[in-house]
């Protein structure tokens, strides 16, 4: 199996991560959406990051597919058994989503200029991305999202949405207003799967 895109991307490390943990074999591939177009599109005519070329040759897109592959692959989930305990880890790994989502529309939003700039949806998805955030400090805050022993779908989302906004936002998401999130994602960081593939723009 092929996984394209770069690391840059929350969608693309977060699909890494995951098939990491799940004991998937793959090669990974680092090409961009912007500078390397025509290479991706030879890859995949829609130009989606992540893309995984199954080893038939099917092109899947979107991570979460990307990811429903690797646990079909696996035969199994990261995600808990006991309803409940899932339930939760959907809704924190929705949330984490949305957080990485506003982030990277903050992010495009900047690359626009400055007279084409919409100041009310500005306002929007900035309000957007901080409540995700206060919504993942306060489940880290509580234990709900953590480094381990064992990492859930939730903790993985969390953390790589976290490192996303330092990375790319870092004056829309200062560490001290999120100190428990700050922390589960430097707790995460350091562990040998999220070294194996860190945020990259080569």
């Known amino acids: 199996m092929l ?3 770069m690391l840059d991307s929350p969608y693309v ?9 799940l004991g998937l074999a793959f090669e990974h591939r680092s090409v961009s959406v912007f500078r390397h177009m025509d290479e991706f599109r030879a890859i995949n005519p829609l130009i989606k990051a992540p893309s995984l070329v199954t080893d038939d040759g099917t092109v899947i897109s979107e991570s979460l ?8 692959l696996a035969g199994r989930s990261l995600r808990p058994v006991e309803a409940s305990a899932r339930i939760r880890d959907l809704s924190l790994t929705g ?3 949305v957080a990485a989502d506003k982030a990277v529309a903050i992010e495009y939003e900047r690359k626009r200029p400055e007279g084409q700039r919409h100041a009310p949806w500005q306002e929007r998805i900035v309000a957007q991305l901080h409540t995700a955030l206060d919504l993942l400090d306060e ?11 064992e ?5 993985i989302a969390a953390a790589i949405a976290w490192g996303f906004c330092r990375f790319v936002i ?3 998401s200062p560490a001290e207003r999120w100190p428990a999130l700050a922390e589960q994602a430097r707790a995460c960081e350091a562990l040998d799967v999220f070294k194996l593939w860190p945020i990259d723009r080569e």
Do not use: C, M, Y
Request: proline share 7%; net charge negative; no cysteine.
């Open 151 to 155: 990492l859930l779908p939730s903790d």
């Open 139 to 149: 489940a880290a805050l509580g234990g709900e999202i953590a480094a381990g022993p």
């Open 3 to 5: 996984l394209v895109g």
């Open 95 to 97: 949330i984490g989503i």
């Open 65 to 72: 597919l990307i990811i429903q592959h690797f646990e079909d």
């Open 170 to 172: 870092p004056d829309f």
């Open 13 to 21: 490390r977060r699909a890494a991560v995951t098939g990491t943990l």
